[in-house]
């Protein structure tokens, strides 16, 4: 992760397809050693795409994700929760209690 960050903000920095050296020097900069094989494999990876089309593409594939959880068990507790917040909006606005008159104390709290 650390090293798609580093090709990233080498990117938005304005190099259009940093290099391995750019992002071992990135990542050296912040006391960070990576790893060459995998340093690498991202530059290739990306080599003639923009980052624009890597995220696209990447949120796509997120978007696709099933993340588990039967919606027939779910679809009960919303309906109740719904029907909670309709009757809390029924409820008519209650006045807040009138002031009490001041009372003397006899210098209680003076």
Not at 24 to 48: R, Y
Not at 78 to 96: C, D, F, G, L, N
């Amino acid at each position: 992760m650390q090293y798609v960050a580093a090709y990233a903000l080498l990117n938005l920095g304005g190099k259009a397809n940093p290099s391995e050296a750019d992002v071992k020097g990135l990542l050296a900069e912040v006391g960070v050693t990576g790893s060459d094989a995998e340093i690498k494999s991202l530059v290739e990876a990306l080599k003639g795409k923009s980052l624009q089309e890597v995220i696209t593409e990447g949120l796509k594939k997120v978007g696709t994700l099933s993340l588990g959880g039967g919606s027939s068990q779910a679809s009960a507790p919303v309906a109740a929760q719904a029907q909670a917040v309709k009757k809390a909006e029924e409820k008519p606005v209650e006045k807040a209690p009138e002031p009490e008159e001041d009372v003397d104390m006899g210098g209680l709290f003076d």
